[in-house]
């Protein structure tokens, strides 16, 4: 038996009820026994020593590897165990210091003035689209939905988050929009069609772009909603009425907060109204944890808000509206995990058992985040104008009821076909996109 990590073990799980079972054989119970029960095996001593060493990077690989198997419940409720009774209970000397250089290294590598966005967002988003159509809902809307009122399905959750954004543009006919992040292009069609305005969607992954394009011409909507492969900040020579970016700003790294909100001012008109859906955390958090950096978002990073607002003030932009949305994340991603779960040979026969596990333990991962850590999603409505937004919040509420008499006579979407998107024309790269 590991004697290090049996220590760890014992520190860390004063609550619920963990059972592990050590390479060695020996069983050893863990907790005051209330709450589900969980039961891990450790397959060798080697993976035993790695969880010592660097717990928040290395646990989740001995997972993956299958050198960590649950016997009993699953990965989400040996997570629950772990982060409701406090991770920083497992600290000691080796493994602070191994966290210190995880938080070293990602401070460093934002602040490098090497643009590799194109190559972290590839990595996540350049997946086979088989593998989202596991778990998403019906228009393919990757970031929190909005259940309310709560307790309805996901695809209704996620028609009301972008229900709630829209009436938060307060869209005209006619406007000029920039969606910075347009995914798999639901949110831009949703816009044009409920309020009559014209939408560019820049993303970087190239497989979002062929879905998006291929989307907007069967819905007959190629005039009005156009997508670029464009990075935001090689964006020039054009303003738009309003700019929306959901789930994007994740993305952008600590380093460049000032340079995206400087870029986004150039971007708005001076009348415009600007939308920004982001995670949260209630502290600076430093470094974004290691097993996720390395193989879910390289490059990403989860702000405090007061690490956000400072950027926006410099801009001199006004602040219009803060909204907390504080349970929402982890009701979506307990449905993309319950789908992604059930579809499990699947998701093996795209990839492989290593990649459901890492997949799986992802979405796990993240949803105890938002129980236990109490991450949350921010919407920050900003403009340059004092008068764009009216002075009470009661806009919002009358805004949705008229865009909920759209969806009535909206004509339903058509699924997001996988395996049958119209082969992309030729597409040249603008000269200035960063690599």
């Not at 009348?271 to 430093?286: A, E, R, T």
């Amino acid at each position: 038996m590991n004697a290090a990590l049996l220590t760890l073990l014992r520190r860390l799980v004063r609550n619920g009820n963990l059972t592990v079972v050590f390479s060695s054989g020996e069983k050893v119970i863990l907790g005051d026994g209330s709450g589900k029960p969980a039961s891990i095996r450790i397959i060798d001593a080697e993976a035993e020593a790695a969880i010592v060493r660097d717990p928040g990077l290395r646990f989740g690989e001995m997972y993956m590897d299958g050198r960590v198997v649950i016997e009993k419940g699953d990965i989400f409720d040996v997570l629950s165990i772990v982060k409701e009774n406090g991770i920083e209970n497992a600290a000691n000397a080796t493994n602070t210091m191994t966290g210190l250089w995880h938080v070293l290294r990602q401070q460093l590598l934002s602040r490098i003035p090497v643009n590799r966005n194109r190559h972290n967002v590839a990595h996540h988003y350049d997946l086979d689209r088989k593998l989202f159509d596991l778990f998403l809902d019906e228009d393919w809307q990757y970031s929190c939905a909005y259940f309310q009122p709560q307790g309805i399905s996901l695809d209704a959750a996620q028609l009301a988050k972008k229900r709630h954004i829209a009436a938060k543009l307060l869209l005209e006919p006619g406007q000029k929009v920039l969606e910075v992040g347009s995914g798999w292009g639901g949110m831009a069609m949703y816009l044009a069609e409920s309020s009559g305005v014209e939408v560019t969607g820049i993303t970087l992954s190239e497989e979002q772009l062929k879905v998006s394009r291929d989307r907007a011409a069967r819905r007959g909507l190629s005039d009005r909603v156009r997508f670029e492969l464009q990075d935001y900040r090689t964006l020039q020579g054009r303003q738009f009425d309003r700019i929306v970016s959901v789930g994007m700003f994740e993305h952008v790294g600590i380093g460049n907060y000032g340079n995206f909100f400087d870029k986004m001012n150039a971007l708005l008109k001076p009348d415009g109204v600007m939308l920004l859906h982001s995670i949260g955390q209630i502290y600076k958090p430093w470094a974004t944890n290691p097993w996720i950096e390395k193989y879910i978002f390289p490059g990403g990073y989860i702000p405090a808000i007061s690490e956000v607002l400072p950027s926006v003030e410099r801009t001199r932009l006004l602040v219009k509206d803060v909204e907390i949305l504080p349970m929402h994340y982890a009701w979506t991603l307990k449905a993309w995990r319950e789908r992604f779960v059930a579809r499990r040979e699947e998701a093996i026969k795209l990839y492989d058992e290593r990649f459901f596990r890492m997949w799986e333990f992802y979405l796990a991962a993240s949803e105890t985040a938002f129980l236990y850590d109490k991450h949350f999603i921010f919407q920050l409505q900003i403009s340059p104008s004092l008068g764009a937004v009216p002075a009470s919040r009661g806009y919002i509420e009358e805004r949705e009821r008229q865009l909920i008499e759209f969806e009535k006579r909206r004509p339903p979407l058509e699924p997001v076909n996988t395996w049958d998107v119209v082969p992309e024309q030729e597409h040249v790269e603008p000269a200035a996109m960063a690599c």
